[in-house]
């Protein structure tokens, strides 16, 4: 008897995001309707700048004062508290939204940021970025990981404001203005 061996989802590529992973409330960190909350959105490029229409996207960010949630699930629009993670699929046009609140600065010598996770057509793994919510005029802020990215490609990390409440944070896979990703290490 000869047993199959067959493919995982990290060996294949997708689209096969759609079954099962998305799911009802899962791009709101917090429910779209809190005082405090904003919008983060986007579209994912592929390295023509082609809109990715079959991407995914999560997450994971501290609250506005720096602590990580320890609650579990994205069921904020539900349970009306702040989760601290969010999944989102992207439309046929390759955008995104998430609700969430502004991330509050988990260090003293640090500014607030969020760890977006990409998952693609075309990725064997996934792919780790941050987005550092800023001012739409500001100045790239002072920050260890920003500190030691090539200045050219700083702006790649930066999710600027584009509007009262809103903050838009674009992913390019590869090519021209491709998005900083990072390599996290177990430590040593």
Do not use: K, N
């Not at 046929?92 to 509050?104: D, K």
Request: proline residues 9%.
């Amino acid at each position: 008897m000869t047993s199959e061996l067959l493919q995982t989802p990290s060996q294949t590529v997708g689209p096969f995001f759609d079954y099962a992973l998305p799911f009802p409330g899962g791009p709101q960190l917090v429910a779209p309707s809190r005082t405090d909350a904003i919008t983060v959105h986007g579209t994912v490029f592929d390295g023509d700048g082609a809109p990715v229409p079959d991407a995914l996207l999560e997450w994971w960010q501290p609250d506005a004062t720096g602590r990580m949630s320890q609650r579990d699930g994205s069921r904020a629009r539900d349970l009306g508290r702040f989760t601290g993670f969010g999944r989102a699929a992207v439309d046929a046009g390759g955008h995104y939204e998430f609700a969430t609140v502004l991330p509050g600065a988990i260090a003293p010598s640090t500014v607030p940021w969020a760890l977006v996770t990409v998952f693609a057509r075309g990725l064997l793994h996934h792919l780790f970025t941050r987005a550092y919510l800023i001012g739409a005029e500001e100045a790239v802020p002072a920050d260890p990981l920003l500190d030691r990215v090539d200045p050219a490609r700083r702006e790649t990390l930066l999710a600027r404001a584009d509007g009262p409440a809103s903050y838009r944070f674009d992913v390019r896979l590869q090519g021209e203005r491709e998005t900083v990703f990072l390599e996290y290490r177990e430590p040593v």
